[in-house]
């Protein structure tokens, strides 16, 4: 069964950058994308951007383009979100996730993920 260990969340000032990681075992991910997903309290969980690990194909929400970048090391089983220019919006816990063989269509739907992280908390507060 596949597990799923986030890191690098913290607390930042608005402009400032945090690098997550989503470190993936139990199995090798060429047949998953991996999924950064936001929650924010009284709020459905959101996607932020998402990457088909096994041809890179990626996805961004609008708010996150432009500012966030996401990547993968394919030798590590390793997800990064490389998010610049944070601001009070994008403050909530940040989750990953597996989607075992990913449709383009749905490649980024929360429902469709069938693994999740226990999720790191990431906060843009002066």
């Known amino acids: 069964q596949l597990q799923l260990v986030e890191s690098g969340g913290g607390l930042v000032q608005p402009g400032g950058s945090l690098r997550l990681s989503c470190v993936a075992s139990?199995?090798?991910?060429?047949?998953?994308?991996i999924g950064w997903f936001r929650q924010v309290p009284g709020k459905e969980r959101e996607s932020v951007s998402c990457?088909?690990?096994?041809?890179?194909?990626?996805y961004y929400d609008e708010s996150v383009k432009g500012r966030f970048h996401i990547s993968r090391d394919k030798a590590k089983n390793t997800v990064y979100l490389q998010m610049n220019s944070l601001n009070q919006a994008d403050t909530g816990i940040y989750y990953c996730?597996?989607?075992?063989?990913?449709?383009?269509?749905?490649?980024?739907?929360?429902?469709?993920?069938?693994?999740w992280g226990q999720g790191t908390q990431v906060t843009a507060s002066s």
């Open positions: 996730a597996a989607d075992f063989m990913p449709t383009v269509e749905y490649m980024c739907a929360a429902n469709e993920y069938d693994y």
């Open positions: 990457i088909v690990i096994s041809d890179g194909m990626t």
């Open positions: 139990g199995g090798s991910l060429n047949n998953y994308a």
